[in-house]
């Protein structure tokens, strides 16, 4: 007799089915498992041993085969060690023939018999109630598989002998509950900067329209501090954003205890950060930064820091919102549409536009374009906001805290996100919730510049050499501003100071 265990593959986020076929036969006394399993899937043979004999059961004197179906599917992962499990133990008459059907299975075992937890559970539970069926998993890990369906049977035993009395009837384990992230400390607020009116005005157009933004300034003038206190103005995340993010964060193996939040996400990684950290990859084609950043901010200080090839890898996931992950036996697609925040200084001593400042490397602007040619033009092109941020004065510091702080912001920029999603919700575009997700078709739509608008963005395209992205970001970035005021059209001033973010040495070029 064959017995089936359902569980599931992972291709990106998506589960895909696995049919996990046990068969116990006479013959030389071999423990088999095929059907393109990498190394822990090969493993699992001594573990399920180890913990069926932990747990009371020895295998059987025979042949035991172990079939993952289908079988040109990659099987990767130790979360097949329960079902397989949990097979053998239907086989052997230790469970109850129908006790496994309707049930997802996926869990790592120890060799005392403990499921400990893995990752993907929460894909796994949302496949699973999708095809009508339960999930058993881990203990730890049922918060997380509860958040899927609240309809949906989730079985979350510690070990192997729980799920026997389960399913016997000595023992009930009941539904686990989600679990919500509480989270400890001070929360960041812009009322913690002095100064910088400028450059909280841009962060602010930032977070209302979901563009991205580069400040530009010596060390010491507060850019990572004011990158860090933009999820504080963000809105918080929708339950569809939640779903995407939650599922991308338990594929990474993330959530801890599978508890989930409605922040954003934000994630800060080192200028040593390699290509496939940024963007995913290796062995196992894990999500990077840039998808576990989605619906989020990533923030890259130190940008000229970072290995030109691993920031230009981050273009086409800006403009698509999607990373395609290509390997010689798999392909999968990460989710990635985050706002991108970087900081760096103006040269490599970061003193370059400070007064009187000579630069061992002569003119401080040689310095300042040698340092700057680290970033490609494509690269820059994709960036809306362009802010040269001053140095901090001891005059600034002595001030009293700012009035205004992360609430009053976050207010504004709550109305602005409800006035575009209303917008594009109109023109039938339900999945655009900012300007910066609008292409350009959709945004020409939202668009109608009188005579001396036109003027304004016709003179200043061929001035500043606009691309047909630049110029088509500048509209996206006016229509943010004129979002903000709460204005229905986008008049001339708000195209003037769209213009003014533009980056630094187009402004130069186009004033010579």
Known sequence: MVVRVATVAFEGIEARPVDVQVMISNGSVVFNVVGLGDKAVAESRERVRSALVASGLSLPAKRITVNLAPADLPKEGSHYDLPIALGVMVAMGALPSDALEGFTVLGELALDGAIAPVSGVLPAAVAASARGMGLICPAECGPEAAWASEDMAVIAPRNLIQIANHFRGTQVLSRPRPAVKAFSGDPLDLRDIKGQESAKRALEIAAAGGHNLLFNGPPGAGKSMLAARLP??????????????????????????????????FRAPHHSASMAALVGGGPHAKPGEASLAHHGVLFLDELPEFQAPALDALRQPLESGEIAISRANRRCTYPARFQLIAAMNPCRCGLANEPGHRCQKGAPQRCAQLYQNRISGPFLDRIDLHLEVPAIRASDLILPPPVEGSAEAAARVAQARDIQRARYRALGHDAVACNAMATAAIIEQTIRLDDSGSKLIREASERLRLSA???????????????????????????????????????TSAAA
Do not use: C, W
């Open 469 to 507: 992205r630049g110029f088509h970001r500048v509209l996206k970035l006016a229509r943010t501003i004129a979002d903000l005021q709460g204005a229905p059209d986008v008049l001339r001033a708000h195209l003037a100071e769209a213009l003014s973010y533009r980056p630094l040495a187009d402004r």
């Open 232 to 265: 504080s103005i963000l809105p918080p995340l929708a339950p569809g954003e939640l779903l995407e993010v939650s599922m991308i964060h338990s594929v990474a193996g993330n959530l801890a205890g599978g508890q989930l939040t409605d922040r954003r996400p």
